[in-house]
Every structure is written in C-alpha cells, then in structure tokens.
C-alpha cells in the first residue's frame, strides 16, 4: 500500500498539529499503522500504532498524554493528533503500515513494511 503523510508544520512548543496518512487503497481497513518519527542525528522511533480495526492501539511513553492515535476507513486515512508538543517532538513523521491478518494480536511497535514519505514537524521554543 502506498501512503501520503501530511499535516507537518512549525509551532511554538505548547502548540498542536494533526497529522494526517491517506492509503493508495481502498483495503487499507486490512492494514495496521503507525506512526514514526526521526529525529537529526538519532534512530527512527515509534510514536504510535493503531490496529486494522482501530480495536488496539499503541503510544510510546514519550508521547502518552500528549498525541492520539486513530483512522477513519471509510476515507483510507489515519491520523495522529499531537498536542501540548515540546522541541524534542521535533523530526520527520513518518506513516506505515503492515498487514493486519499477519500480526493479528502483536505488539503494534514494529513489523511496518510499507513505508510513506516523512512530513517535518519543528516545534520551536
């Protein structure tokens, strides 16, 4: 599945962006996704997964309380809503997804194989 990140932006620290990740196909309800992010200098991490029916989901520590994870199927998109965002939120976002059915039940912190292109978020202090 081919995936479009947008939403990226500059805000003051406090501030909120939503990212948004439309899917190329109209199966993308059989896909589970997350949301990733890197950082200059630093390893691509994992900020957040949501399972194909959106009946599971996953934040890191980092951003627990600050960014929710969700979709919509019926418009072949997810989204992550980021709030109260600090300067160390600062990277490329990025959107994956991996086939839902072969992870059934697993953790939605790593498998993604279908990668989008990364939108900058800066957040300023």
């Known amino acids: 599945v081919q995936l479009q990140a947008s939403g990226g932006g500059l805000v003051q620290a406090g501030g909120s962006l939503a990212l948004s990740c439309v899917a190329s196909?109209?199966?993308?309800?059989?896909?589970?996704m997350g949301w990733f992010r890197q950082a200059p200098g630093e390893e691509r991490e994992i900020v957040a997964g949501?399972?194909?029916?959106?009946?599971?989901?996953y934040l890191a520590d980092s951003v627990k309380g600050r960014f929710t994870i969700s979709r919509d199927n019926a418009k072949n998109t997810g989204y992550l809503q980021m709030n109260s965002l600090k300067p160390e939120d600062t990277a490329v976002y990025y959107c994956?997804?991996?086939?839902?059915?072969?992870?059934?039940?697993?953790?939605?912190?790593?498998?993604?194989?279908?990668w989008g292109q990364g939108t900058l978020v800066t957040v300023s202090s």
């Open positions: 994956a997804a991996r086939i839902g059915q072969y992870y059934s039940g697993s953790p939605l912190n790593s498998g993604y194989n279908d």
């Open positions: 196909r109209r199966t993308f309800s059989n896909y589970d």
């Open positions: 949501i399972s194909w029916d959106g009946g599971r989901t």
